[in-house]
């Protein structure tokens, strides 16, 4: 058990570090700076695949959704991840790998932290696809996201090999 809590607080530190170096060292994505990085600071470019690093803050859900409700967001933030750790704790006996529910958890704290101590969640990766911006994301996004998909793969998986 303590291998695990050491893993996901390890996760947990290095998306809120991320964060934080992000908000200090990486200038704003300008909303009138056209062209790659966009005013951030260029990865690579390769293919017609562009990566780099543009600080933006978002005060919504996901893709910016829901603007301005960040109380409201917060609230319900919080009830899922209470929700999420009394089934792994008490209900989870095996049923469905814990794994990657704990990367679900952990990277709503993250994000939850963020609206804690900026008001806003910090986000940073950007990839442009042929010419097409894709959300800027950080790593809790990345955990949350990879969670989700373990957890459909599983579910998809149980099925199968029901039948």
């Given at each position: 058990?303590k291998?695990?809590?050491?893993?996901?607080a390890?996760?947990?530190?290095?998306?809120?570090?991320s964060k934080?170096?992000a908000?200090?060292?990486?200038?704003?994505?300008?909303?009138?700076?056209?062209?790659?990085?966009f005013?951030?600071?260029?990865?690579f470019?390769?293919?017609?695949?562009?990566?780099s690093?543009n600080?933006?803050?978002?005060?919504?859900?996901?893709?910016?959704?829901?603007?301005?409700?960040?109380?409201?967001?917060?609230?319900?933030?919080?009830?899922?991840?209470?929700?999420?750790?009394?089934?792994?704790i008490?209900?989870?006996?095996?049923?469905?790998?814990?794994f990657?529910?704990?990367?679900?958890?952990?990277?709503?704290?993250g994000?939850?932290i963020?609206?804690?101590?900026?008001g806003?969640?910090?986000?940073?990766?950007?990839?442009?696809?042929w010419?097409?911006?894709?959300?800027i994301?950080?790593l809790a996004?990345?955990y949350i996201?990879?969670?989700?998909?373990?957890?459909?793969?599983?579910?998809?998986?149980?099925k199968v090999?029901?039948?």
């Amino acid at each position: 058990m303590k291998k695990w809590v050491a893993l996901f607080a390890s996760l947990l530190g290095a998306d809120l570090i991320s964060k934080a170096l992000a908000s200090a060292y990486i200038a704003p994505m300008l909303p009138k700076i056209f062209g790659y990085p966009f005013g951030g600071v260029a990865i690579f470019e390769v293919f017609g695949i562009s990566f780099s690093l543009n600080t933006v803050v978002n005060s919504g859900a996901a893709w910016g959704f829901f603007q301005g409700y960040s109380g409201l967001l917060f609230l319900i933030r919080a009830l899922i991840i209470g929700g999420l750790i009394v089934h792994l704790i008490f209900f989870n006996k095996g049923k469905t790998p814990a794994f990657p529910l704990w990367l679900i958890v952990t990277g709503a704290i993250g994000n939850g932290i963020d609206y804690l101590v900026y008001g806003h969640v910090i986000d940073f990766f950007h990839f442009c696809f042929w010419g097409h911006s894709f959300a800027i994301f950080n790593l809790a996004d990345c955990y949350i996201s990879l969670g989700v998909i373990g957890t459909l793969l599983y579910s998809r998986l149980a099925k199968v090999r029901a039948v």
